[in-house]
């Protein structure tokens, strides 16, 4: 395990009796695979690195917040490093079941999807929260942190996304991080409203 911090590292390390190294080189020197599971904000920079040695991972939500991470990812994906990128909901029962029946045209054709996400997003990005939240900011929030999932459903469920946003109405709290979301969202002749990623 490497770890921003010293403590982190050494509770992890003493949960799952592992090895502590000091930077990601040293870990990569001596690894067959990494699981990158770090804040939204530097995972593109670890997964570079990691890049670049060639050495395969499991990459927890590497998405793009500027143009400049647009373009970072968009490297990536053309590079074909072997990485996978979880988002975990496309792997429930229920989720490969409604994939695979609108894929064989068994449930007919989708002219409207409501999305509703429902957490304690408030308390998850507090400032008083025991994780990397606690210090978001801009751009970081409900729409990264479960919005990608909804997103990933939608692509799942729908086949290749060309979106375009109509709308979009956001909550911040005081450190500007999203806490609350509605987004209006066009399909070409298919309306989706990924709505209410509430409080």
């Given at each position: 395990v490497v770890a921003g911090r010293g403590s982190s590292a050494a509770t992890f390390a003493d949960t799952f009796a592992c090895d502590i190294h000091a930077d990601l080189s040293a870990l990569l020197r001596q690894v067959d695979a990494?699981?990158?599971a770090v804040p939204p904000a530097i995972v593109l920079d670890i997964v570079e690195q990691i890049a670049r040695c060639g050495t395969p991972c499991l990459a927890?939500?590497?998405?793009?917040?500027?143009?400049?991470?647009?373009?970072?990812?968009?490297?990536?994906?053309?590079?074909?490093?072997?990485?996978?990128?979880?988002?975990?909901?496309?792997?429930?029962?229920?989720?490969r079941w409604a994939a695979r029946e609108l894929a064989r045209g068994a449930i007919g054709t989708v002219t409207e999807v409501d999305a509703v996400w429902v957490g304690p997003f408030r308390d998850r990005f507090a400032p008083d929260a025991p994780t990397y939240r606690a210090t978001a900011g801009s751009r970081h929030g409900v729409l990264l942190d479960s919005g990608s999932h909804a997103l990933d459903l939608l692509s799942l469920l729908l086949g290749d996304l060309s979106l375009e946003l109509e709308d979009v109405d956001l909550l911040q709290n005081a450190s500007g991080a999203e806490v609350a979301a509605r987004l209006d969202i066009d399909r070409k002749s298919t309306r989706l409203n990924s709505s209410h990623l509430g409080i």
């Open positions: 990494l699981i990158v927890e939500k590497p998405v793009a917040v500027t143009r400049s991470d647009w373009g970072r990812l968009g490297r990536l994906a053309d590079s074909r490093i072997p990485v996978v990128a979880p988002f975990n909901r496309r792997y429930a029962t229920h989720t």
